[in-house]
C-alpha cells in the first residue's frame, strides 16, 4: 500500500507547494489526481517518487519510509522528449533500467519484447526516438515503465503533449496494461475527464497550497471504452462533480456534499 501522510513541502524561497496532504493508494488500484493548474501535483508526485525531501510529513511504501526513488516504483513524465535518450534506440531506452536493475540478459531481452509488443511497438525496436511520431515515443517510455514490473507505476499528465486521438488510445492502452499487470498506479491529471475515464478513484486537490478537497469512488463499469463510457449518463454526473469541486477549489470554497 502506497501511503501519505500529512505531507507538506515549501520551496526555498517560501513557495508552499503542497499544503497537508494524507491519502492512501489500495494495491492494484488505479487512483487519478486531479486539481487546478499549479496546485502542487507535480510537487507531490516528486515526492511520492523519493526525488524530492517534503518539508514535512511522509510517504510509506508497504510500509518503509520513502527517502529516495523506491526500487518498486516507475515514473512516466509529461516530458517524454526528455526522458528518452536520443543516441539510444528504443529496445536500449527500454532495456537500461533492467541494466541497472542487474537483471541477466536473456530476461532482459525477454521484458523488452514483452513491453514493446504490449505497447504495439514490437516492430520499432531498431528505430531512434527522434524517429518516432510523440505519442509513440509516450509509448516507448510506458514500456520502459512497464518492463520495469514496478509494483507502483506514477505518471504526471503523461499524455498531455499529445494530440486528441493519440490521447484517447494510450488511455485505453494504460486501461488494459493495470488489468493485465495488476500494477498499482496512480495518475496525475488536469483533465477531468481523462481522471474520470482512467480511474477507479478520483482525488481531487485544492487549490496551493494543496489539501485532499475529495475522494471519489469511480462507479462505471471496469470495460470501458471511448464512445459509450463517455457518452454514460453516470459518466457524465461524476465528471460535473469533479468539474463542480475544481470550480469550488479553484475558489477556494468549501467542497459541496457528495453524490
Ligand atoms: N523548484 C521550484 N521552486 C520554487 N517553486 C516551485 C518549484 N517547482 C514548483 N514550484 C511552485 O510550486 C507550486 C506548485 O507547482 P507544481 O508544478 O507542483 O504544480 P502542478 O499542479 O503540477 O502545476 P501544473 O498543473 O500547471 O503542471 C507553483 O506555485 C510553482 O510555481
Given at each position: 500500500m502506497l501511503e501519505v501522510s500529512h505531507l507538506k513541502k515549501v520551496y526555498d524561497g517560501g513557495v508552499e507547494a503542497v499544503g497537508d496532504l494524507t491519502f492512501t493508494v489500495d494495491p492494484g488500484d488505479l487512483v487519478c489526481l486531479v486539481g487546478p493548474s499549479g496546485c502542487g501535483k507535480t510537487t507531490l508526485l516528486r515526492c511520492i517518487a523519493g526525488l524530492l525531501q517534503p518539508?514535512?510529513?511522509?510517504?510509506?511504501?508497504?510500509?518503509?519510509?520513502?527517502?529516495?526513488?523506491?526500487?518498486?516504483?516507475?515514473?512516466?513524465?509529461?516530458?517524454?522528449?526528455?526522458?528518452?535518450?536520443?543516441?539510444?534506440?528504443?529496445?536500449?531506452?527500454?532495456?537500461?533500467?533492467?541494466?541497472?536493475?542487474?537483471?541477466?540478459?536473456?530476461?532482459?531481452?525477454?521484458?523488452?519484447?514483452?513491453?514493446?509488443?504490449?505497447?504495439?511497438?514490437?516492430?520499432r525496436g531498431a528505430a531512434f526516438p527522434w524517429q518516432l511520431s510523440g505519442g509513440m515515443q509516450q509509448r516507448v517510455a510506458l514500456a520502459r515503465a512497464v518492463a520495469y514490473e514496478p509494483e507502483v507505476l506514477l505518471m504526471d499528465e503523461p499524455f498531455a503533449a499529445v494530440d486528441a486521438q493519440t490521447r484517447a488510445d494510450l488511455e485505453d492502452l494504460v486501461r488494459s496494461l493495470w488489468k493485465r499487470l495488476g500494477v498499482t498506479i496512480l495518475f496525475v491529471t488536469h483533465d477531468i475527464d481523462e481522471a474520470v475515464y482512467l480511474g477507479q478513484h478520483v482525488i481531487m486537490l485544492s487549490a496551493s497550497p494543496t489539501v485532499v478537497q475529495e475522494r471519489l469512488t469511480v462507479d462505471l463499469p471496469a470495460e470501458r471504452d471511448q464512445l459509450h463510457t463517455r457518452a454514460d449518463d453516470r459518466f457524465t454526473k461524476l465528471r460535473t462533480r469533479v468539474y463542480e469541486q475544481i470550480q469550488a477549489a479553484k475558489r477556494g470554497t468549501a467542497p459541496t456534499p457528495t453524490i
Open positions: 518539508t514535512a510529513g511522509e510517504v510509506r511504501l508497504d510500509g518503509s519510509p520513502v527517502t529516495g526513488p523506491p526500487p518498486g516504483m516507475a515514473v512516466v513524465f509529461q516530458e517524454y522528449g526528455r526522458s528518452l535518450f536520443p543516441w539510444m534506440n528504443v529496445r536500449d531506452n527500454v532495456e537500461l533500467p533492467l541494466k541497472q536493475k542487474k537483471l541477466p540478459k536473456a530476461r532482459r531481452r525477454e521484458l523488452v519484447d514483452s513491453s514493446l509488443e504490449a505497447v504495439g511497438l514490437a516492430d
